[in-house]
């Protein structure tokens, strides 16, 4: 049995949830990662996968084997890759989870041209503003928004995001258009509230304005934690906005939302590529971060050029 065929095919099943499924990845037959899988299992003598006639699910023990296996395949890659030189392109899985509207608007647009520079990476993407346990779930990197508060990880400023506050032409026509900031505390403002996953709360927003300073909070119909469904609510009249302007755009081109308080200063949204500090950076995670960096300088460069 060559063992990392073994640890190979096992991999896969798991994440395939089917031999079938993970032969075909492979470029192997069902029979061969069948066996390979039941050899794996017989040397460690511990029964790794539960399988019926409909799917196939990791046992407890196949789990956290499965943390490992991954780990040391990776490494693996990464020797690998080390030892052909300095020219070789780097490869393997990059396991990354970015923040939904960052996905859809600027991250994954561009992939075709990450792809076209690094054929041999293959992107598991998660979309969501969520907290990642990045060692439990084997993360690479979160890209996330917002002062980190963790300070175990290490991370890299990669941008600073514009703020703007917004609303939907028919919020604005319900309601009137606010002169203001302190008018959205008036009991017929209502804005949209961001649930933060660090808090589970909306935070207030601080706004400048000739030395004048403001922290708004608002009161909401409907409070979310998801930046996708953040924006549908204001496009659909719910309440007021603060929108990174790479959100805004193409909507105010299209007369969907009105800017509000122009002539006030908001302070921009740090974005950080953070990853575990015990973690490997590899060749792969380190072209993907210069890649977010390069990218991220069209959009919304870094305005102090710090990061910690």
Known sequence: MDRFDAMQAFARVVEAGSFTKAAETLHMSKTTVTQLVQQLEARLRVKLLNRTTRKVNVTVDGAVYYQRVIRLLADMDDAETSLSGASALPRGRLRVDVPSPLASLILVPALPAFHARYPDIQIDMGVSDRIVDMIDENVDCVVRGGELTDQSLMARK???????????????????????????????????????????????????????????????????????????????????????????????????????????????????????????????????????????????????????
């Open 158 to 308: 990669v941008g600073d995001l514009p703020l703007g506050v917004f609303a939907a032409p028919s919020y604005l026509a319900r309601v009137g258009t606010p002169s203001h900031p302190r008018e959205l505390e008036d009991s017929q403002h209502r804005v949209v509230g961001f649930l933060w996953a660090r808090t589970g709360k909306p935070v207030p927003y601080a706004m400048r304005n000739n030395g004048e300073s403001v922290e708004i909070t608002g009161r909401y119909v409907l409070a979310v934690d998801d930046g996708n469904a953040y924006l549908s609510a204001g496009l659909a009249g719910l309440g007021v906005l603060w929108l990174p302007t790479y959100m805004s755009r193409a909507c105010e081109a299209r007369g969907e939302l009105v800017p509000l308080f122009e002539h006030w200063n908001l302070d921009p949204m740090p974005l950080y590529v953070a990853y575990p500090p015990n973690r490997h950076i590899s060749l792969k995670l380190r072209v993907f971060i210069d890649w977010v960096v390069e990218l991220m300088a069209k959009h919304a460069p870094v305005s102090d050029r710090q990061a910690r």
